[in-house]
């Protein structure tokens, strides 16, 4: 809802960027506000578009790799039978790939 309200009027992808980019006041004060800083950090850190893509795939892939592995078999085994959902079908796939627990640690080095 916050998100809905705060960018009312902006019509096109660009024009959400923008008004989150300049909104930024120093206060994180909501989950848009540290979302919109964490952007332009990225940004400012990574100046290359197609670098950018690569951090952010390299962070999400294994994050939610990291996250997939779990003990809890019934939850899984009940949204799989309902049709599953993403992370059901990544703990199946870790699963029968012998991958039952989370590593101890969660950094590879790569940017």
Do not use: Y
Request: contains cysteine; glycine residues 10%.
């Amino acid at each position: 809802m916050e998100a809905w309200k705060r960018l009312a009027g902006c019509e096109t992808v660009s024009s959400r960027c923008e008004k989150l980019m300049t909104g930024l006041h120093g206060v994180d004060s909501t989950i848009l506000d540290i979302g919109a800083k964490l952007g332009r950090e990225l940004m400012d850190m990574v100046p290359d578009e197609t670098q950018r893509w690569k951090v952010l795939a390299n962070f999400w892939g294994e994050f939610i790799l990291f996250l997939a592995p779990s003990d809890n078999a019934d939850i899984h085994a009940e949204m799989l039978a309902a049709g599953g959902e993403f992370m059901a079908h990544l703990w199946a796939l870790l699963t029968h790939a012998g991958i039952l627990e989370r590593p101890s640690s969660f950094s590879s080095g790569r940017v």
